[in-house]
């Protein structure tokens, strides 16, 4: 049996394997490793929700754990990932969760643990949980027990003046004014905070897709479905759109013109505003191996030095912690900048997004273009042993070759599955005809090469 923690939580299908029965269990391991203080400290949690309907159960059950377990629980209800990372490094909290599957269809649900401070467990914080989970203990009694407060108002309105100050923004300052913004909420956490913040730094704002029903989350909307985002930006001659995921940890973009803005072209953008500003640590921006190669030629070319790291917000967030760097991401516009965020920041995003058009009086389409995106072909190429991907002399010879063949334009990127018998081979190249005759050829060898 594998970790019951992913990379990003625990996740799965609701009433499948994520169960209420397992979200108690977690809470009550979880307030045993995570509200560990010293005698007579009162444990506090502040929980937060998507808006898949499974999430009433899963909240509910979860902070029942948590309160049979002797920890005061605080309901923020919905509100985004980011919004609920924020609370826990503001509050006097013990740690936070997050009931959301992020960016999944709506009959997923899972479980993300945030520690004191808004930030990601560690590996060996999860694994804690999972040792002691539906291990017999001396349950507290009588005044012990955890209360439960619900707080959906006050909270939200909190996260949402954090978002304007990253701005400049308040009652009086209203930096936006004049840009109109077509927003895609993906009827998902960001539904209401998303809009107000935009409007409050006194944007003209277009809505779409901000009715949540409980099923309809990430459902032909939002971050991974722009299609409806591009024709309304059109439609309504906005300046620009924007569309979050269910979680609104994720932003991608739509230029003027319907053209999507990915989150390798919105992390050029900023880091390049950023270092404008002289506020970029070391000039660097911090990457994931599946970052476009036309991110890192920019970058290059704009004295900012890139670091990669495996896929995987997770990682990027490492990184940035160990090393003090402000800005990193994804392609999928999982964008963390650190000076007011711990996680990925879909609205923040939007925000520093917008700030960086009014500020320089430019398109988005020109800012973007700065970065420009090389043709990408992915194959994958299963039924293969993974295993000797790494150490079979005649496929990284095969390699070697396309790597001299494609030079500064192009790369090559094998990645084997991580559960499945499966590689995948990632060409960039100066036109889509290379970088499709170079993968095929690749995938070719590693059929050869790697049968089972």
Excluded at 16 to 28: K, P, Q, R
């Amino acid at each position: 049996m594998g970790r019951l923690f992913g990379t990003d939580g625990v996740r799965g299908l609701a009433n499948g394997n994520v169960t209420a029965e397992l979200a108690l269990d977690l809470g009550v391991a979880a307030a045993r490793v995570l509200a560990d203080g010293p005698e007579g400290h009162r444990p506090r949690a502040v929980v937060g929700r998507d808006t898949r309907v499974s999430g009433e159960f899963l909240g509910a059950a979860l902070a029942a754990g948590l309160a049979s377990a002797g920890v005061d629980v605080r309901d923020v209800g919905v509100l985004p990932t980011p919004g609920v990372a924020y609370l826990t490094s503001t509050m006097d909290v013990d740690f936070g969760v997050v009931i959301s599957a992020s960016h999944n269809p709506m009959q997923d649900n899972g479980i993300k643990f945030l520690a004191r401070g808004g930030v990601k467990l560690d590996d060996a914080v999860e694994d804690a949980i999972e040792s002691v989970l539906g291990q017999e203990w001396s349950r507290p009694t009588h005044g012990s027990v955890g209360r439960l407060s619900r707080d959906t108002g006050r909270a939200g309105s909190a996260y949402v003046e954090h978002l304007m100050a990253s701005i400049g923004a308040d009652e009086d300052a209203k930096p936006l004014a004049g840009l109109r913004i077509a927003v895609d909420c993906a009827n998902g956490a960001a539904s209401d905070v998303g809009p107000a913040a935009l409007r409050a730094a006194g944007a003209d704002v277009v809505v779409i897709n901000a009715s949540p029903d409980g099923h309809n989350i990430n459902a032909a909307c939002g971050s991974n479905h722009p299609e409806q985002l591009q024709a309304v930006v059109v439609a309504s001659e906005a300046d620009f759109g924007v569309a979050f995921d269910g979680d609104a940890d994720r932003c991608i973009a739509v230029d003027h013109g319907g053209a999507v803005v990915d989150g390798d072209q919105i992390m050029g953008v900023l880091a390049l505003a950023l270092k404008d500003e002289g506020a970029l640590p070391d000039d660097t921006l911090v990457v994931t191996v599946m970052s476009n190669l036309g991110l890192l030629l920019a970058m290059r070319d704009a004295g900012i030095r890139t670091v990669q790291t495996a896929v995987g917000d997770r990682y990027v967030l490492e990184e940035m912690r160990a090393h003090g760097y402000g800005l990193g991401g994804e392609q999928s516009g999982h964008i963390v900048i650190s000076r007011y965020a711990t996680t990925g920041d879909g609205v923040l995003t939007a925000l520093q997004l917008a700030a960086r058009v009014k500020a320089t009086g430019q398109k988005l389409a020109d800012l973007a273009g700065v970065v420009q995106r090389l043709p990408q072909t992915l194959v994958n190429v299963p039924g293969v042993d993974r295993s000797r991907a790494a150490r079979d002399e005649a496929l990284l010879a095969a390699i070697a070759d396309a790597e001299a063949t494609l030079g500064e334009t192009g790369r090559v990127l094998l990645r084997p599955s991580g559960t499945e018998p499966l590689v995948r081979v990632m060409v960039e190249a100066a036109t889509q005809q290379q970088a499709d005759a170079v993968a095929g050829g690749l995938a070719d060898v590693v059929r050869e090469r790697l049968a089972l």
